[in-house]
């Protein structure tokens, strides 16, 4: 019992530090003899991913009926907290899974998703939505070429590549400090 509330309190010690903006050295990622890129906000985003897919647990612990979540969830490895999804099921306005097939609109030679005539309309006339951020490497992607996963909660994440989809969750190390590392 001592032993998790440890770690308990050292996760929360750690997130905190991270929420302040406060920049760990040797907790980063960049290529060879490039200025290494902060894994400050990747590491944050991965947190709140494993918060939610640790909430998903526990809301279907409660829908069977079992007060005790099973602690086995609790050390599945990163790589299960996000699932790829096909980008005709992601609302790209509203960057949420639907789960069910959204609008093709044909843009510059790129197919985006979405429904509902407000959302087209956004689409097309707000170049911006159709971007996102690269969680791990900071980049400006077009989410008609992104890898698209979701978390527990729906949310989508777009990725520039698969490779770069591996790099993020190997920042969740279980045995380095804090629990995050550098890839590998």
């Given at each position: 019992?001592?032993?998790?509330?440890?770690?308990?309190?050292?996760?929360m010690?750690?997130?905190?530090?991270l929420?302040?903006?406060?920049s760990?050295?040797?907790?980063?990622?960049?290529?060879?003899?490039?200025k290494p890129a902060?894994n400050?906000?990747?590491?944050?985003?991965l947190e709140?991913?494993?918060?939610?897919?640790?909430?998903q647990?526990r809301?279907e612990?409660?829908?069977?009926?079992?007060?005790?979540?099973?602690?086995?969830?609790?050390d599945?490895?990163?790589?299960v907290?996000?699932?790829?999804?096909?980008?005709?099921?992601?609302n790209?306005?509203?960057?949420r899974?639907?789960?069910?097939?959204?609008?093709?609109?044909?843009?510059?030679?790129?197919?985006?998703?979405?429904s509902?005539?407000?959302?087209i309309?956004?689409?097309?006339?707000?170049?911006?939505?159709?971007?996102?951020k690269?969680?791990?490497?900071?980049?400006?992607?077009?989410?008609?070429?992104?890898?698209?996963?979701?978390?527990?909660?729906?949310?989508?994440?777009?990725?520039?590549?698969?490779?770069?989809?591996k790099?993020?969750?190997a920042?969740?190390?279980?045995?380095?400090a804090?629990g995050?590392?550098?890839?590998?």
């Amino acid at each position: 019992m001592r032993k998790g509330k440890i770690k308990r309190i050292a996760i929360m010690v750690a997130f905190s530090t991270l929420a302040a903006g406060i920049s760990l050295s040797g907790y980063s990622y960049g290529a060879e003899g490039a200025k290494p890129a902060d894994n400050t906000q990747a590491i944050l985003i991965l947190e709140s991913v494993r918060q939610n897919y640790l909430a998903q647990v526990r809301l279907e612990s409660l829908r069977m009926k079992n007060t005790m979540p099973a602690m086995s969830h609790a050390d599945n490895p990163a790589n299960v907290w996000l699932k790829r999804v096909m980008p005709s099921e992601v609302n790209m306005v509203t960057n949420r899974y639907t789960n069910q097939p959204q609008s093709a609109i044909r843009m510059n030679g790129k197919v985006y998703y979405t429904s509902g005539e407000p959302y087209i309309m956004t689409l097309k006339e707000n170049p911006s939505i159709r971007f996102a951020k690269d969680p791990i490497t900071g980049m400006a992607i077009d989410k008609a070429e992104a890898a698209i996963y979701i978390d527990a909660s729906g949310r989508a994440l777009y990725f520039s590549t698969d490779d770069s989809f591996k790099n993020f969750i190997a920042l969740a190390e279980s045995d380095t400090a804090f629990g995050y590392s550098k890839p590998k």
